[in-house]
């Protein structure tokens, strides 16, 4: 079994947590859909912390020795699922960011020739 003081102190760290993820969520420094993610992870640690028989019973299953080895292993793999999420996320931004620089370039150039036309002699302007 986890001991008390070590179940209420990753309690209280927890809820720590969670006026962080909703502080930055209510500053608008997270978008929602991300906080998601934030408060999922924060609602499997909390079944972890209140019912530690789930860490042994998966102890018991990958045949580990002590619960505290399945609890290191589960914060290896919520690291390992927001890594992989965030990377999403930069992949998609970086397409997203590669494809505004091609619209702006574009822009860019229609711009400048509709300069050098309006600037061609014998071309009559508005305003003048």
């Not at 986890?2 to 179940?7: A, E, Y």
């Not at 969520?25 to 999922?40: A, F, G, P, S, V």
């Not at 699922?81 to 996320?89: A, D």
Request: glycine fraction near 6%.
């Amino acid at each position: 079994m986890i001991p008390i003081q070590l179940r209420i102190v990753l309690l209280a760290a927890v809820v720590i947590y969670y006026v962080i993820i909703l502080s930055l969520l209510k500053r608008r420094k997270l978008d929602l859909k991300y906080t998601l993610l934030w408060l999922l992870t924060g609602v499997l640690m909390l079944l972890l912390i209140a019912f530690p028989q789930i860490t042994w019973g998966i102890a018991g299953l990958v045949g580990m020795q002590s619960g505290m080895n399945v609890l290191y292993l589960c914060l290896l793999a919520f690291i390992v699922m927001i890594l992989m999420s965030l990377t999403s996320i930069v992949s998609g931004q970086k397409e997203r960011i590669r494809k505004l620089s091609e619209n702006n370039a574009l822009l860019e150039k229609r711009i400048r020739k509709l300069e050098e036309q309006v600037q061609e002699p014998g071309i009559e302007t508005q305003g003048k």
